[in-house]
């Protein structure tokens, strides 16, 4: 069976990317990436970070490239310009109150159809940036569906706009990318917590070695300005 071929990105999609998420990323954050010959280029993936900013979302959606879906409120739909750029961007609409299973329905869906769909692996922001408490959902929707699960550390982005804070600090952010894993065995519980496990090893890993360049970089700026 030939590999289900990633949807096409939109024109509004490579709008937002190229005009918008790059700049902002590369520029202001000195963004940088490493990894990413590890990232699948067809084919249904599960795509599992750290979770640390609300700059998480448009950071991994838009570097990897190719489309990553995420999950959103459906209120934020019926907003006119914002819905149809989030849309476009694959986000797909999960209600209030619908419940984990209405949301790992819809990722489901999302993966079948082909899409690299993004999940963020405590399910909520980490004040240290870090993956603390792992939640079983990018195992559960990777043994649903069969696809693989791709690690991801977002380095700095839990220091550039942490909680409460409105204004960014224009400190590094780095993506490091880690090499796939294969799904469970099956959805009982202990292998979906073993996988869980792995992936929480291998991002904090990710995230300790990359600190290390983070620094060098950030000491290097001071020493500049």
């Known amino acids: 069976m030939s590999p289900i071929e990633p949807p096409k990105a939109s024109w509004l999609y490579l709008v937002v990317s190229y005009l918008i998420v790059f700049p902002v990323f590369r520029g ?28 998480d979302p448009p950071i991994l959606g838009h570097a990897l490239r190719r489309p990553v879906a995420f999950m959103a409120k459906a209120e934020l739909f019926k907003v006119p310009l914002l819905g149809r750029i989030i849309h476009a961007c694959g986000a797909y609409p999960v209600k209030r109150g619908g419940g984990d299973r209405a949301a790992i329905r819809e990722a489901t869906s999302k993966l079948n159809e082909g899409w690299a769909t993004g999940v963020f692996l405590d399910g909520k922001r980490q004040a240290n940036g870090r993956i603390n408490q792992p939640m079983p959902g990018a195992a559960l929707l990777s043994a649903r569906s069969g696809s693989k699960l791709l690690p991801v550390a977002i380095i700095n982005s839990y220091r550039a706009l942490p909680k409460g804070r409105l204004f960014p ?3 590094p952010i780095h993506l490091r990318v880690g090499k796939p894993i294969e799904p469970p065995k099956s ?39």
């Open 187 to 225: 959805r009982k519980k202990s292998d979906l917590e073993a996988t869980t496990l792995q992936l929480q090893k291998q991002i904090n890993s990710l995230l300790e070695s990359g600190l290390i360049n983070a620094s060098e970089i950030d000491k290097k700026a001071i020493r500049n300005h």
């Open 28 to 55: 202001l954050f000195r963004g940088c990436i490493s990894g990413l010959q590890n990232v699948p280029r067809s084919g249904p993936l599960v795509v599992v970070a750290n979770h640390g900013s609300h700059l």
């Open 169 to 171: 600090r224009l400190v």
